[in-house]
């Protein structure tokens, strides 16, 4: 018997002025993340890991315990969202990852991120 997990995850993203500094290549994004259990088991987010791509290529990686220090527990048809924040040195780049996750069965998985952009508003049209 093979059980899979529907976990959707939804991102916006906002370009934060007041604590960038353009002249220092300093460009500082939030970003609000939603995840949905659409599962039939109560799911725990334990890690993070994400992979911020500036549009110089440079390429950082974050591992991490839970998020927003806190490692939620999402029964099913639930949801949890969090706001956190990421500085590039360039005014777009992009965001992806991945969040492990365990079941109430004990099962571990892994819930994907998906592609997502930071960019100053209107940059890109």
Not at 5 to 10: A, D, H, L, R, T
Not at 68 to 78: I, K, N, R, T
Not at 84 to 96: D, F, K, R, W
Request: net charge negative; hydrophobic share 40%.
């Amino acid at each position: 018997m093979s059980l899979s997990f529907e976990i959707p995850v939804s991102v916006e993203t906002f370009y934060v002025a007041a604590q960038s500094d353009p002249a220092l290549n300093r460009y500082v994004f939030a970003y609000t993340i939603t995840i949905k259990n659409h599962s039939t088991e109560t799911v725990q987010l334990l890690k993070r890991y994400w992979l911020i791509t500036d549009a110089n290529g440079k390429e950082t990686e974050v591992h991490g315990e839970g998020v927003v220090g806190e490692q939620p527990q999402l029964a099913p048809g639930s949801s949890y969202s969090y706001t956190s924040g990421a500085v590039l040195e360039t005014p777009v780049g992009t965001m992806q990852g991945h969040y492990e996750m365990t079941s109430q069965s004990q099962l571990c998985f892994k819930a994907a991120i998906p592609l997502f952009r930071l960019a100053l508003p209107n940059i890109l049209n």
